[in-house]
């Protein structure tokens, strides 16, 4: 397996504008994290899904961010309209054992200008 | 609201030596995870660690889990530069496997 898969790899965008960050998780694995990583705050928990339901999005900062998993090989965390603060590296990953043994994928690095 | 602290915060050591890192809590936790990140990398999982006391080797690597399952500790034997990294820990609460919090993480960098 190619493990988990996240595109693209680095993201510059204007404020204001829509962002789509991408996720494959590696098949079979039941579960899908969403994180974000930033000197300040460290790696934060923004939502999880457990078999493509959505099960706890209260690391979700504001309602400009969004997150979907329409099948079981594919997530998407969106933001809009996304601001400088949001600059950060986005990380997904997946495990069959809930969030204790998660394979995480190599993040996009995003940069809001 | 359950943290983990981690000690130091950076290290900087010659290639060769021994040293320990720690990730410490208030609180109990049903099992707690180390990674190591790259730079440019996503973390990658070192071992988890469930019991109280357990002691996990993984080559020259040492995981230890404190006997109240509230901290642990990770020495390193003869680091080399290839051990260069933020190492991270995490723990699951008692009530769920679903979700972990992180510690900040121990930057450690290797000098030849």
């Known amino acids: 397996d190619a493990g988990v898969i996240q595109s693209p790899r680095h993201e510059v965008t204007e404020m204001g504008q829509e962002v789509t960050l991408r996720c494959k998780p590696i098949?079979?694995?039941?579960?899908l994290f969403w994180y974000r990583q930033t000197m300040m705050r460290g790696l934060e928990l923004l939502i999880y899904?457990?078999?493509?339901?959505?099960?706890?999005d209260s690391g979700m900062p504001e309602d400009r961010f969004s997150a979907k998993m329409p099948n079981a090989s594919f997530s998407t965390l969106k933001i809009q309209p996304s601001e400088p603060r949001d600059s950060a590296v986005y990380f997904c990953?997946?495990?069959?054992?809930?969030?204790?043994?998660?394979?995480f994928g190599q993040g996009t690095r995003l940069t809001v200008v | 609201t359950q943290l983990l602290e981690q000690s130091p915060q950076f290290l900087s050591i010659q290639e060769g030596e021994n040293l320990t890192v720690y990730c410490n809590s208030s609180?109990?936790?049903?099992?707690l995870q180390w990674y190591r990140q790259e730079p440019g990398e996503g973390p990658v999982l070192l071992v988890t660690?469930?019991?109280?006391?357990e002691v996990k080797k993984l080559k020259r690597l040492t995981f230890q889990f404190g006997d109240a399952r509230k901290d642990s500790s990770l020495h390193i034997t003869a680091a080399q530069p290839g051990d260069t990294g933020l190492y991270l820990c995490?723990?699951?609460?008692?009530?769920?496997?679903?979700?972990?919090?992180f510690g900040p993480g121990t930057s450690l960098s290797v000098i030849p």
């Open positions: 990953a997946s495990s069959l054992l809930g969030a204790t043994e998660a394979f």
């Open positions: 098949s079979g694995h039941d579960y």
């Open positions: 899904f457990n078999n493509n339901v959505p099960i706890d």
């Open positions: 609180s109990v936790f049903s099992s």
């Open positions: 660690v469930v019991t109280g006391g």
């Open positions: 995490a723990g699951a609460a008692k009530t769920s496997y679903d979700k972990v919090i």
